[in-house]
């Protein structure tokens, strides 16, 4: 200790010691937040069991960017619904919500390994003469369908599969009053019970946005 120094006390030097302690720790922590997170890796379909599973989870890859994750799942499905007539959006005080009605036509998209059947059966219906763009009417889609299937017999495992679906029966080119379909007319096909609920609630989800009105048609990939 040099002349004059004033010497160094036990509580002087257990202060300073508390104070190095607090500075290293405050720049490890700031050093920490400096360092960013790693990234959570993104999921895959096989991660989840359902397509509802996989839709709430948002973080698989949208194949064909219509905000529908994994359609290749089983159902349950997001909307909790198998027969494609999703219903409108309704907002709190009663009335419909906003949605869109493109001037062109949309094309509604699914995967064709996933719905083989429904493929097969929409190819066969087109070749006898039923028409590919659709238009959307949500309106009084269950007393068409229920019209169009009443003398259809039920079987095991299977549903009766129709084309145009009861909600793409709107007025439109080719589907007005007396034109075929004559609104509650369709081509109808057996198909496996899984497949045609997934397809139906799959289209559901993918037509929610859109307006009654909205032209649309299959597009499978």
């Not at 360092?35 to 709430?56: E, F, K, L, N, V």
């Not at 679906?165 to 007005?176: E, F, M, S």
């Not at 899984?194 to 009654?212: Q, V």
Request: proline residues 9%.
């Amino acid at each position: 200790m040099g002349p004059g120094a004033r010497p160094v006390t036990r509580r002087a030097l257990i202060v300073a010691v508390v104070l190095a302690a607090l500075a290293a720790t405050a720049v490890a922590v700031s050093a920490a937040s400096a360092t960013p997170a790693s990234p959570r890796p993104t999921a895959t379909c096989g991660d989840y069991a359902t397509q509802a599973a996989a839709q709430r989870a948002h973080d698989t890859r949208d194949a064909d960017g219509d905000g529908v994750y994994c359609e290749s799942l089983p159902c349950p499905c997001a909307n909790g619904n198998s027969g494609g007539a999703a219903p409108r959006p309704v907002a709190s005080h009663g009335t419909a919500t906003s949605c869109t009605r493109p001037r062109g036509v949309v094309p509604i998209g699914f995967s064709a390994t996933t719905y083989p059947d429904i493929r097969a059966h929409w190819l066969r219906a087109l070749r006898r003469g039923w028409p590919r763009i659709l238009v959307l009417d949500r309106s009084g889609a269950d007393a068409r369908r229920d019209r169009l299937l009443a003398g259809i017999p039920t079987r095991p495992g299977m549903d009766r599969d129709e084309y145009p679906p009861a909600v793409g029966r709107g007025r439109g080119a080719h589907l007005v009053r007396g034109s075929n379909p004559r609104g509650w007319r369709a081509d109808v096909a057996y198909v496996p019970s899984a497949e045609n609920r997934s397809h139906g609630s799959t289209m559901g989800i993918k037509l929610r946005r859109l307006c009654d009105g909205t032209r649309f048609r299959y597009v499978f990939y």
